[in-house]
């Protein structure tokens, strides 16, 4: 979406590659700061991992590890919770690097203190949804504008120049893999798996039905220009 990719290789770093490219601001580490993925964060909190994961990926996670950060199958999940524990910082109005770097601050302890703060008894998990709300309105934005799942990609170079040197030399993205990695990325925040778009259900169910009808007119459009699959 116009800005070239930053701060970890995209070819390496998968959680932070599928990141860059479904931020809604253009490739941004700091949007979906996926650093669960990181050895460090991952030998300090293990819990917090398989909170994240669920038992049967944390299992899948650490048979690797850490290897694992080129394997894109635990990245959708972890992906998309990322995201939206950044997106509490956001909201807040302050420093992610406690909460979506060094984990010392969860989504439970920001919304104590946010409590604590106004005097309001919001769960964890309404904080969650709240960033969940902010990324679908952000994502209606390039909807819209008729974006979809045609730009949540890189550069073909990632798919096809490997890593030159280094322990990850000879390191490429898999294209196969990485559609797979997007199809479940927008099947966990219930969007339109083909287009990208998204669902009318799930805009409904966040409380954004006007959006919903915002989006009817693009939504035709783009399905209009998708090409029919070969058999």
């Known amino acids: 979406r116009g800005l070239e990719d930053i701060s970890c290789d995209p070819r390496i770093v998968t959680g932070f590659s599928l990141g860059y490219a479904m931020s809604t601001r253009g490739s941004d580490h700091l949007k979906n700061m996926s650093c669960l993925e990181f050895p460090p964060a991952v030998q300090t909190y293990p819990d917090l991992v398989e909170q994240v994961l669920g038992k049967e990926l944390f299992q899948k996670f650490m048979e690797n590890f850490p290897n694992e950060l080129r394997d894109l199958a635990t990245k959708p999940k972890l992906c998309k919770w990322s995201e939206e524990d950044k997106g509490i910082s956001d909201l807040l109005g302050v420093c992610c690097f406690p909460n979506a770097w060094w984990y010392s601050l969860r989504p439970a302890d920001l919304t104590e203190l946010f409590n604590l703060a106004t005097g309001l008894t919001y769960t964890e998990d309404e904080m969650m949804r709240c960033s969940e709300r902010v990324v679908a309105i952000e994502r209606a934005h390039w909807n819209r504008e008729g974006s979809g799942r045609q730009d949540d990609i890189h550069p073909d ?51 954004l039905e006007d959006v919903a009808n915002d989006l009817e007119g693009p939504r035709k459009e783009f399905r209009a220009k998708l090409k029919p699959k070969k058999e």
């Open 157 to 207: 170079r990632y798919y096809e120049y490997p890593v030159q040197d280094g322990p990850w030399k000879g390191t490429v993205l898999n294209r196969e893999k990485w559609e797979w990695a997007q199809s479940e990325y927008y099947k966990l925040h219930g969007w339109e798996v083909e287009t990208g778009f998204l669902s009318q259900e799930k805009l409904k169910e966040l409380g």
